[in-house]
């Protein structure tokens, strides 16, 4: 089997040598180089599996190498060595194409961690055989597509963004099962439903006896993720205290679990995404500026449904199929009146909206065939313009009820049935929404 080959670039002898003894125990050979004309001299003769530079050098700097690698070697995955604490070049490496970087000085065991996955990129494209996909045609989702199959190569956090419903955790799991760690695990984690007294606990684990209830030793999410990627669903519910915690795990790449003395490394890819603008969070101050650059080094937008509507036809069908397969009923028909009735409508729930409303249209047809009324479009705007009812039409009671309804089912359908997040959503207690929710028979 032949020997990976890596290309070590640093001004320092001691550096190139420490590199080489760690990366040639891994039974990886190298060259090495001390300054950015001798790495280009290097990669114009021989073919490199991983790229290992310094961020200071003498002719130039680790960025204007990444960027070089990326447009001539765009299948060398390039990782760079950065001063202690210094976030900023990390991102700005991030950025410009880099695969990961690591901090002075050098920890062997993050290096070999670091090294592993790289190597992994050669065989990254097997995982695009995944079951799951994104469908689409239209050349929103095409781009989408292509951005996530380049975005699985690098070990930057990618923050997810767009309105509920777009499939921004599906988009996380591509990125994952078209990743070099496609064979670790992938730890989803809704941070607006975890009780915020837990929250600690639940991210970064416990040692026995830390606190009243602490039985025995329990691992994080970071730790259930190592190896592999955490990715923080809805992140902008995050309280601030652990804002700041987050931000520590993630430049230190350690954890620290209550009650434990000492941090532990951890590797792991971050992920994350909101349907809320944390960006206008940011400058209201409900989220920490410092830890949005460091999660959104980089950032896919997901297309809404109204961005798309081309897509619709191929959506319907593709729902109505796995209903039907996963119901044990036949496949109903779609009449012309209900696919334009879709064709026109907004979908302000994008495709999770979508998938309720087929799901309601199929138990209420007859006949095989889903009718425009089965829909129930106009019930199930969701929109926040609505008109008051015309005289004698509808009493006003029932009328505001209607309206109480509809917010606490969208609310639901937001958070995912979850009751505690719903809760949050609408601005009322726990307690308050169970009350609401049998006083309207939704319980």
């Known amino acids: 089997m032949t020997r990976a080959l890596a290309l070590i670039v640093d001004d320092e002898p001691d550096i190139r040598e420490l590199l080489t003894l760690t990366l040639g125990r891994m039974e990886i050979d190298c060259r090495g180089a001390a300054d950015v004309a001798q790495a280009k001299a290097l990669l114009g003769r021989e073919r490199f599996d991983l790229c290992l530079t310094d961020m200071r050098l003498p002719d130039g700097n680790g960025i204007e190498l990444v960027e070089y690698i990326q447009s001539a070697y765009a299948d060398i995955p390039t990782a760079v060595i950065t001063a202690h604490g210094n976030v900023e070049s990390a991102v700005q490496a991030l950025k410009a194409g880099a695969f990961d970087f690591v901090s002075k000085p050098v920890d062997l065991q993050a290096l070999r961690a670091l090294v592993n996955t790289a190597l992994k990129l050669k065989h990254w494209h097997k995982a695009e055989r995944s079951a799951l ?13 292509a951005t996530i199959t380049k975005l699985a190569r690098s070990q930057a956090p990618i923050y997810i963004s767009g309105e509920s419903g777009t499939g921004k955790e599906l988009a996380a799991r591509l990125i994952h099962e078209q990743g070099p760690r496609s064979d670790k695990p992938f730890v989803p984690v809704n941070c607006g439903a975890i009780p915020e007294a837990l929250m600690e606990s639940e991210f970064f684990g416990h040692k026995k006896g830390s606190f009243t209830g602490a039985v025995s030793n329990k691992e994080g999410l970071f730790q259930a993720a190592h190896g592999g990627t955490l990715f923080l669903d809805e992140v902008a519910d995050l309280p601030l205290h652990m804002q700041v915690k987050l931000l520590r795990a993630i430049q230190e790449k350690a954890v620290r679990p209550v009650g434990e003395q000492k941090e532990s490394p951890i590797d792991v890819r971050i992920l994350s995404a909101t349907h809320k603008d944390l960006a206008a969070l940011v400058r209201n101050n409900a989220f920490r500026q410092d830890l949005f650059y460091r999660i959104n080094v980089i950032e896919l937008p997901m297309p809404s449904l109204r ?12 729902i109505l199929q796995g209903l039907s397969t996963h119901g044990g009923m036949e496949r109903p028909q779609l009449s012309d009146s209900a696919r334009t009735a879709l064709m026109r409508y907004p979908f302000s729930g994008n495709v999770r909206e979508l998938e309720n409303i087929l799901e309601r249209a199929m138990t209420l047809c007859e006949r095989g065939v889903i009718r425009e009324e089965d829909l129930q479009l106009v019930a199930h705007q969701g929109n926040t313009d609505i008109a008051p009812p015309a ?45 609401r929710l049998k006083k309207l028979g939704l319980e």
């Open 391 to 435: 005289s004698g039409e509808l009493p006003l009671e029932p009328y505001l009820g209607n309206i109480e309804k509809e917010t606490i089912l969208r609310a639901m359908e937001q958070a995912r049935h979850n009751k505690t997040a719903a809760a949050r959503l609408l601005g009322i207690s726990f307690g308050a929404l169970r009350y």
């Open 307 to 318: 961005e798309r509507t081309e897509d619709i036809p191929q959506l319907v069908e593709h």
């Open 133 to 145: 996909a994104l469908l689409g045609e239209s050349p929103a989702m095409q781009n989408t597509r």
